[in-house]
């Protein structure tokens, strides 16, 4: 098995998952250990208060996940999200989130991952998350 | 400290949430113990393969929380999510999502909620989700 | 794939896990559709203060989840917990914890189940959880 | 509030929660972002087929958390575990298990750290383990 690049997850997303490529996420960088993502946010992320919403925060962390597997196991449009742990830390500034993933374990039929989502105005973490894909059987 | 009544919470939604008014969630039911919500879902919500989104049922989960916690302590906009879990355990079929939320703590700073979600096709949920509330000083 | 009665599962838990029955978990219930155990606390198992320490309460859980799981699929040894979320709502008082496990998915390869532990002094839970278990191919 | 050093950490453990002592846990370090311990253990921390138990990497991931924190607020006794995930990845070779935490949060009222169990076998981690705890008001 061997993993995807950048360009071949890209064509993929755009073949079969539209919405995500819609949403705004830009792939930064795919490596065999993780990924990291950008999304500008707008207005339509944005929740009462001027901050960015949790489901944005988790489709992102999510995106992450799925763009680091790919890029390790290759391009498996079955791979589905089993689970998700979110710590909302810190209220994002508006503007542009990114997301970075590790992979801490690519086994057979499960992997982890966990993500540290960052605003551009702070150091610190505005989330984390980790989540756990289940990978169909090859 | 009283909760409010499904009007009340209605009325806040709309003035301080329309996001989520528009969204879809519909408010069944506010109790004491907890709140049940439904959402019909539609075209936007769907992943490709006519599942529903990950973070459609998060949203979901997310707001029948809230509700929970409103019909509990009252309209305090400032409550915020700190932590959010979820298990996708089937995959829901199209139509209608229905969210139950359970009050398992509310505490002077915290409030803990476990939520299930089911679909119309199956007596066994689709996702199950715990979460935690951060509740300002009053 | 038939289940386990309790008294199959206590002989399995002497052969192979003795550590389990020495730790004093008592098997009340197993069925179908999840399993209730308790166990009377003692010295061992307090932290300062008195109360129950969140390892006993977090081995509670996961044998709970575990006799669940074997009253729905049978003798599997090999079927190990590959996350667990616990939430610490109340101190435990000393004395009998009860823990509740409700299995809400047993896939081919994934098991989920929920646990609510309760103290015999309050209606509310002390504590609640979610584990996921890993089955081994059959 | 300024922070407590691994000397001080260790004196309060003596004197407040002799059962950490007791069990084994070795602080390594301390410093304001973290701490690392770790554990040698033995048989009575194992489970059959030889491989450490859930409980005490539970219990050792809630001690890096504890030592971290107090490392960096000082040496508050009743700061307690709210919320605790974690996610077994690989069986952990008997031996020394290494714990680090990293602090992502330290709020008035919570704080969040990220936890690596690894063995001394693997590069890979055998856990990770995100904590949440409550900080009582100052």
Do not use: W
């Not at 590790?102 to 610190?124: H, P």
């Amino acid at each position: 098995v061997s993993g995807a690049t950048k360009e071949q997850i890209l064509a993929f997303f755009e073949a079969h998952f539209p919405a995500a490529h819609q949403a705004g996420f830009v792939i930064d960088e795919v490596g065999d250990g993780g990924a990291t993502l950008h999304l500008p946010t707008g207005d339509s992320h944005l929740r009462p208060g001027g901050t960015v919403s949790g489901p944005t925060m988790m489709a992102l962390a999510d995106t992450a996940m799925y763009v680091a597997l790919l890029g390790r196991i290759g391009l498996v449009g079955l791979a589905v999200t089993t689970n998700l742990e979110v710590h909302f830390l810190n209220k994002p500034a508006p503007g542009v989130l990114t997301a970075r993933c590790r992979l801490v374990k690519v086994g057979a039929r499960l992997a982890v991952g966990l993500v540290e989502i960052t605003d551009a105005a702070s150091a610190e973490p505005v989330a984390v998350s980790t989540l756990t894909y289940s990978i169909p059987p090859r």
